[in-house]
Nanobody, 120 residues
Framework: QVQLVESGGGLVQAGGSLRLSCAASGSIFSIKALGWYRQAPGKQREPVAAITSGGTTSYADSVKGRFTISRDYAKNTVFLQMNSLKPEDTAVYYC??????????????WGQGTQVTVSS
């Protein structure tokens, strides 16, 4: 099993910044990709950003130029630097990992979520 623990959410004014962190631990053989999703009240969960094992990044159009995803390979940790935050960024942010465990099973894993609230 692989566990993901997020941190860094909170309340910030519009135009401010937050940095989310997500640490993966457990029976990890390899991590194929790490990413962030978010879910606002009454809406479906949507992808925000992702980074592959090779370092390729991708972003939702709504956050391009404002959010940056990065990864510490040694610590199996992924970060999401969020700048120029807008009220519409308010959501619960979830960390996601596509990982292979020590039994060589590949699966999707999710963190518990961290609340980000942007006030206008």
């Amino acid at each position: 099993q692989v566990q993901l623990v997020e941190s860094g959410g909170g309340l910030v004014q519009a135009g401010g910044s937050l940095r989310l962190s997500c640490a993966a631990s457990g029976s990890i053989f390899s991590i194929k990709a790490l990413g962030w999703y978010r879910q606002a009240p009454g809406k479906q969960r949507e992808p925000v950003a992702a980074i592959t094992s090779g370092g390729t990044t991708s972003y939702a159009d709504s956050v391009k130029g404002r959010f940056t995803i990065s990864r510490d390979y040694a610590k199996n940790t992924v970060f999401l630097q969020m700048n120029s935050l807008k009220p519409e960024d308010t959501a619960v942010y979830y960390c996601n990992a596509v990982a292979v465990d020590t039994t060589y099973r590949r699966d999707d894993y999710w963190g518990q979520g961290t609340q980000v609230t942007v006030s206008s």
